[in-house]
């Protein structure tokens, strides 16, 4: 379930929020322009540390204000009833529709991350809480897709859903990482073959979930750390491709749903990448209309630009 809505951030909040995030960024070496890092690890804790400012300075500010900060200009975003956001603005627009959200705040912990060979592209997910004006609390779950721009790391690919009450997993888990850094690279045709394999690997996802079932195809393209983020009756994320197998359904030939990916991301060292489209019924609905679609984003890795592509979060 994803949240929506509010009012126009005021002006002095967003300096508010500019202010406070310069400062914490700063204290943390993530100012943009600095050099790259000298290993995957402290990559990925650079990467950590950012979604944990955009935290601290949403806390700061509010809901829409906090969340808006970090998109990039092309970010997507699933938003009710079953759209795709496709810009900042969008996006913007759409969490800022719901009333509830003007009074609130919103803070979330990161508990994993991960990084491609090139430094360039990165995941996070975590656990939010959503404080209401009533003095409520909700807690949520997150996943996060960033690509380092100029101005620093910010998402293209973001939702977030309900969970359960009780107390998450916040420790950290192991990062997902490459062997070593290796340098960009700038040719757009290297790029561009990336994604090509990374929207076959998807298109064959789904096919094959055609033949050996739903749970099956889960179970099969995903890794073994891979994660989902369960229903709202889950107070933590599905780990490991066999148990999201199971979630997501059983045995038996067949699948109920197809989907294909409209928008794909990748790393120019092609072991990293995003799907994004929309999962739809293969039957019509009664009476014969158009099937609606549930929108999706999954998070691919793979070993190196040969190996097979797995899932990683979803």
């Not at 009012?7 to 943390?28: E, I, K």
């Not at 996943?143 to 997993?169: C, F, H």
């Not at 990482?177 to 998807?202: F, G, M, T, W, Y």
Request: net charge neutral; charged share 15%.
């Amino acid at each position: 379930m994803y949240i929506r809505g509010m009012r126009h951030p005021t002006t002095s909040s967003l300096m508010v929020l500019a202010a406070g995030l310069a400062a914490v960024l700063c204290s943390v070496g993530l100012r943009a322009g600095q050099g790259a890092t000298e290993s995957p690890q402290a990559a990925v804790d650079a990467l950590l540390s950012t979604d944990r400012a955009f935290s601290a300075a949403s806390a700061r500010t509010d809901l829409v204000t906090g969340l808006s900060a970090m998109f990039a200009p092309d970010v997507v975003m699933p938003f009710p009833p079953g759209q795709l956001a496709d810009t900042a603005a969008r996006a913007t627009d759409a969490l800022r529709a719901n009333p509830d959200n003007p009074p609130s705040k919103i803070e979330w912990t990161p508990v994993r991350g991960g990084l491609s060979a090139d430094g360039q592209h990165g995941f996070t997910f975590g656990f939010m809480t959503w404080h209401r004006a009533d003095g409520t609390d909700v807690g949520l779950k997150y996943l996060a897709y960033w690509v380092k721009r100029v101005e620093g790391w910010r998402v293209v690919a973001y939702k977030r859903g309900r969970r359960a009450d009780g107390t998450p997993p916040l420790a950290l888990m192991a990062p997902a990482l490459p062997a070593s850094l290796v340098p960009a690279s700038a040719d757009p045709a290297v790029v561009a073959r990336h994604r090509d394999s990374l929207d076959q690997a998807e298109r064959a996802f789904s096919r094959d979930a055609q033949t050996i079932g739903l749970g099956p195809a889960f179970a099969q393209y995903g890794s073994a750390d891979a994660v989902n983020m369960g229903g709202p009756m889950d107070v933590g994320f599905v780990v490991g491709s066999e148990a999201i197998g199971k979630a997501v359904g059983g045995g038996g030939a067949g699948s109920p749903v197809s989907w294909a990916p409209d928008k794909v991301v990748v790393a120019s060292s092609g072991d990293l990448g995003v799907t994004i489209g929309y999962i739809r019924p293969n039957a019509p609905p009664a009476g014969g209309s158009a099937a609606p679609g549930v929108p999706f984003f999954t998070v691919w890795r793979r070993a190196n630009a040969n190996a097979p592509w797995k899932y990683i979060a979803e």
